[in-house]
T-cell receptor, first 115, second 111 residues
């Protein structure tokens, strides 16, 4: 099956610093990747849709200048949380859509804790 | 606005019983329907997907789709304690790659 990796799996940082999260499709090409955020005991909330070679599309209420997304290749998308604050602490999950397939494959997630 | 509704539960069933999880969706043009399982602290994993009306079986899991009623369900036969998790229903709209997720139903299988 299709495999999606994320790195790091867990990160703790100080308030005001920036954190980069990588999402890779390991055995397939993903023209579209998605970034989700999940707070405790809540469902997945789509943050943005990342298309290879073009600007990401952000969902309403998500600050594009705070959550920078780069999708420079067909197998890699990155999410950078700039000037992170404690309220950004969450579980960030990426998924990749395999070209020609219907389903999305999820990465294992990154747990961000901002002190 | 596209919506996917699920009963949040918790749904408790005894080991060996059939667990029935339900989902309704608002977008009549939706084409594909997915069930994901999410363990606490983990990311979702795909269990099944269904495109056509009727039933689709895979091992102990059966997905049922009724597009006229805008209803999709997941049956888990011979439920095991390891099936205890939150089950997310997701819907893919026509011409879209974006999934719309329900809030999930928490299933607890009691030994």
């Amino acid at each position: 099956g299709a495999v999606v990796s994320q790195h790091p799996s867990r990160v703790i940082c100080k308030s005001g610093t920036s954190v980069k999260i990588e999402c890779r499709s390991l055995d397939f090409q993903a023209t579209t990747m998605f970034w989700y955020r999940q707070f405790p005991k809540q469902s997945l909330m789509l943050m943005a849709t990342s298309n290879e070679g073009s600007k990401a599309t952000y969902e309403q209420g998500v600050e594009k200048d705070k959550f920078l997304i780069n999708h420079a290749s067909l197998t890699l998308s990155t999410l950078t949380v700039t000037s992170a604050h404690p309220e950004d602490s969450s579980f960030y999950i990426c998924s990749a859509h395999q070209t020609g397939a219907g389903e999305q494959f999820f990465g294992p997630g990154t747990r961000l804790t901002v002190l | 606005q596209k919506e996917v509704e699920q009963n949040s539960g918790p749904l408790s069933v005894p080991e060996g019983a059939i667990a029935s999880l339900n989902c309704t969706y608002s977008d009549r043009g939706s084409q594909s329907f997915f069930w994901y399982r999410q363990y606490s602290g983990k990311s979702p994993e795909l269990i099944m997907f269904i495109y056509s009306n009727g039933d689709k079986e895979d091992g102990r899991f059966t997905a049922q789709l009724n597009k006229a009623s805008q209803y999709v369900s997941l049956l888990i036969r011979d439920s095991q304690p390891s099936d205890s998790a939150t089950y997310l229903c997701a819907v893919l709209g026509a011409g879209s790659y974006q999934l719309t997720f329900g809030k999930g139903t928490k299933l607890s299988v009691i030994p």
